[in-house]
């Protein structure tokens, strides 16, 4: 029994020590991801304003330094556009054509030669090679041909050019010589003609137009219209004016008559 109750005792002992205190908490400062990313928003959307301020701002500018520069040429143009008086030209002194000083040119001829490596190697191989005579006899024949050939290319390139020559200096001259206008070929000298008779001076018609007809005629009408108005204006006025005499009468007359009188008492016995 002793020890049941040892236990007892000592079970509620424990039972009776109280649990250590706990620390206060302290709250952590959160951050939200919906936080963050209304943070960034702000900040790009300010950023986006600045911009669009900055280049509205930029786009004024320039529309006004080009509106200065707009007027800055029309005044220089309106300086510049000014008509000036200019010289009357001489019309007693006409063109007249001259014939150039310059000689014409004259063509060379072609001068065709072989170059000196080619002289020198063909030298060299006939030196070298005593059996090719052929080759040595068909190089300059060749050349002569060729340059018979170019002379005479020359010589005729040379008359077609004197031939252009020849016509344009006549086409020149015949430019230069005035052209006269020739006699009929009916008659030897020349003949003046008769003037036509001086016609006298037309001396203008009145002419009536329809519209100044019926202008006249309208007026007219405008004049009458405008009379009838005036005189049915003074009837209306005379009949006011004689209504107006009239009621004054009418309110004389029975003034006179509504007057109260003195009547005569009857008798009572």
Not at 244 to 258: G, M, V
């Amino acid at each position: 029994m002793e020890e049941l109750l040892v236990e007892a005792e000592g079970a509620q002992q424990i039972c009776l020590i109280k649990p250590p205190v706990k620390k206060n908490n302290i709250p952590i400062d959160l951050k939200l991801h919906s936080d963050i990313r209304a943070m960034e928003l702000l900040g790009l959307l300010t950023r986006v304003a600045e911009k669009r301020r900055l280049i509205k701002q930029y786009k004024m500018e320039r529309e006004r330094q080009q509106k200065l520069e707009e007027e800055e040429e029309i005044k220089r143009l309106r300086k510049e556009l000014i008509p000036k008086a200019q010289l009357m030209p001489y019309f007693d002194r006409p063109f007249v054509p001259r014939r150039s000083k310059k000689q014409p040119t004259v063509p060379r001829e072609p001068k065709f030669c072989i170059p000196r490596h080619k002289t020198i190697k063909c030298c060299r191989m006939s030196c070298n090679d005593m059996s090719g005579p052929s080759r040595l006899q068909h190089l300059p024949s060749s050349v002569e041909k060729a340059e018979a050939l170019y002379q005479q290319r020359g010589q005729l390139k040379e008359e077609q050019l004197m031939k252009k020559i020849q016509k344009l200096v006549g086409e020149e001259e015949k430019l230069r010589m005035p052209i006269v206008q020739g006699l009929p070929w009916t008659t030897d000298e020349t003949k003046c003609l008769i003037k036509p008779p001086v016609k006298k001076n037309t001396i203008p018609i009145d002419l009536k137009l329809h519209s100044d007809i019926r202008a006249v005629e309208r007026a007219w009408f405008a004049h009458q219209v405008a009379e009838k108005g005036r005189l049915i204006k003074q009837y209306k006025m005379e009949r006011e004016r004689q209504q107006k005499l009239e009621e004054e009468e009418e309110i004389k007359r029975l003034r006179n008559e509504l007057i109260p009188k003195a009547q005569l008492m009857p008798y009572f016995d």
